[in-house]
């Protein structure tokens, strides 16, 4: 947990919340600025056995171990997994759930292999697809596709907005639409997240720092899988939040104007 927040923590560590709905400032509705958004990705791949890699990515707080076959074989949260090595400086990694493909990404090693390019196409529910294209640099191994890689290469290819709503008597929904709402107390104990606790074990902790700063971490199955920390300009025009993921070195900092 970063230093510059920790003696805050320290003094007002599960403090309940002092506003009410209509004076909590952290309500409303906000748009991401891609210029001030920072988001960075890490991915590990380590081979171990004859085609078969174990692949780490950041976020997940899990791995997920593969037959490079072609085949789909089970990987996270319900979901299949194939990887298809087209050569040895080229796969393609295919991700299904229930069956349908839900991201397509092309890897391509470069000629002196410190460098990776990810073509990573993602599916959406509605049968549109988006693709972005990322350059990661080898952060650690020799050789080949296995090794760890990181990028900031990341880019925002669609607009992102978020909604945060009272819950509760002490607690924000975070609504957006790129992903299910996050229902959030910050009383300093920890709850099962409503929509998915029963079947994936996830759970949310919140605590607010001060008036303009709150803190909650996610975890699945009692293993933290991110932290953010969630702050606001003193004009109240800004939300910045910074995520911390499980398995990735690097932080992502997502910047948001009021609408």
């Not at 080229?90 to 391509?108: M, N």
Request: glycine share 6%; aromatic share 6%.
């Amino acid at each position: 947990m970063p230093n510059r927040i920790l003696s805050l923590i320290l003094i007002s560590c599960w403090t309940v919340s002092a506003f009410s709905a209509a004076t909590d400032p952290f309500v409303g509705k906000w748009k991401v600025n891609p210029s001030q958004t920072r988001i960075a990705d890490q991915m590990t791949i380590q081979s171990v056995g004859e085609n078969k890699y174990k692949l780490t990515f950041g976020g997940t707080g899990e791995t997920e171990t593969v037959a490079a076959d072609r085949t789909d074989q089970p990987g996270l949260s319900g979901s299949t997994l194939s990887i298809t090595v087209e050569k040895p400086d080229a796969w393609t990694i295919v991700r299904k759930k229930e069956g349908r493909t839900v991201l397509t990404a092309k890897w391509k090693l470069s000629e002196d292999g410190k460098t990776l390019t990810d073509a990573f196409t993602s599916n959406r529910p509605d049968g549109s697809t988006s693709t972005i294209n990322m350059v990661y640099t080898r952060v650690a191994g020799d050789s080949g596709i296995p090794g760890t890689w990181e990028t900031t290469d990341v880019k925002l290819d669609a607009v992102y907005e978020l909604e945060i709503r009272p819950y509760d008597s002490d607690g924000l929904s975070f609504i957006s639409n790129a992903a299910p709402p996050r229902n959030i107390k910050f009383d300093g104990k920890e709850h099962l997240d409503p929509a998915t606790g029963a079947s994936l074990g996830a759970a949310f902790l919140g605590h607010r720092i001060n008036a303009l700063s709150l803190e909650y971490t996610n975890k699945i199955k009692d293993k933290i899988v991110q932290t953010r920390q969630v702050t606001l300009s003193p004009k109240l025009k800004t939300l910045t939040i910074v995520v911390h993921l499980a398995d990735q070195r690097l932080p992502n900092t997502l910047v948001f104007d009021r609408e």
